[in-house]
């Protein structure tokens, strides 16, 4: 178990919304520290909707909704804009932009998809942003966090004091919870991962340094 600690924090989000499910809490947390946390979303959080005009309204209904959240957090966000669903044809691009996005930041901290995550978005992420941080801030740490998939964690964070906050934070993303329950989910997984260490509610991440984290990714790209 640790209590998170950085001055500056770079969270990598495939969308809007992956910056709050998996790793809410923790950020909450670090920002009531002092933290100060920048949230870069790859993609448009579009959907792959057709036609363009579903697309450009769902985009912008998800953005007023990162909006409230980064309000509620206390963070600052960027968008890249790649089209959403498609990630893994611009993954060399993706690289370069996230390279130019932590050299701007000096990040002590990112947050990023494990690459085993099953989404393609989530895989292309964590893949690009593997390759980004060990060219551009090869002494940074990155914890990996789980959204899809249970990953294989070395770092737990007890969110138990914050958990409410975080479930208030993932409920803006109203858009998204039409068919689903993301919050309950979300807590129900961090509530399991509480159970080992005695606490209500707790966050998983996997800790690595960037070469270690690139060989990671590449073994498993190759599985």
Request: aromatic share 6%; proline share 6%; with cysteine.
């Amino acid at each position: 178990m640790i209590v998170p600690s950085a001055r500056r924090v770079l969270v990598v989000a495939p969308h809007m919304d992956d910056e709050v499910i998996p790793c809410g809490g923790t950020l909450i947390l670090l920002r009531k520290a002092g933290a100060e946390i920048q949230i870069v979303f790859a993609t448009d959080s579009s959907a792959g909707l057709r036609p363009a005009a579903a697309a450009n309204a769902l985009s912008e209904t998800r953005r007023s909704e990162a909006r409230a959240v980064s309000e509620l957090v206390g963070f600052s966000f960027a968008e890249l804009g790649f089209p959403d669903g498609q990630l893994h044809k611009h993954e060399e691009a993706l690289t370069e932009t996230l390279r130019q996005q932590i050299e701007q930041t000096s990040p002590d901290l990112i947050f990023c998809p494990f690459p085993a995550d099953a989404h393609s978005d989530h895989m292309s992420c964590a893949a690009a942003l593997s390759r980004a941080a060990s060219a551009a801030a090869p002494g940074v740490t990155i914890l990996a966090y789980e959204v899809w998939t249970p990953l294989w964690p070395n770092v737990a964070v007890d969110i138990s004091s914050v958990a409410e906050r975080k479930k208030e934070a993932i409920a803006l993303y109203r858009s998204q919870a039409e068919d689903r329950d993301h919050a309950a989910a979300a807590l129900g997984l961090n509530r399991f991962r509480g159970l080992p260490h005695r606490v209500e509610f707790v966050e998983a991440f996997f800790r690595a340094s960037p070469t270690d984290f690139a060989r990671i990714a590449a073994l498993l790209n190759e599985i």
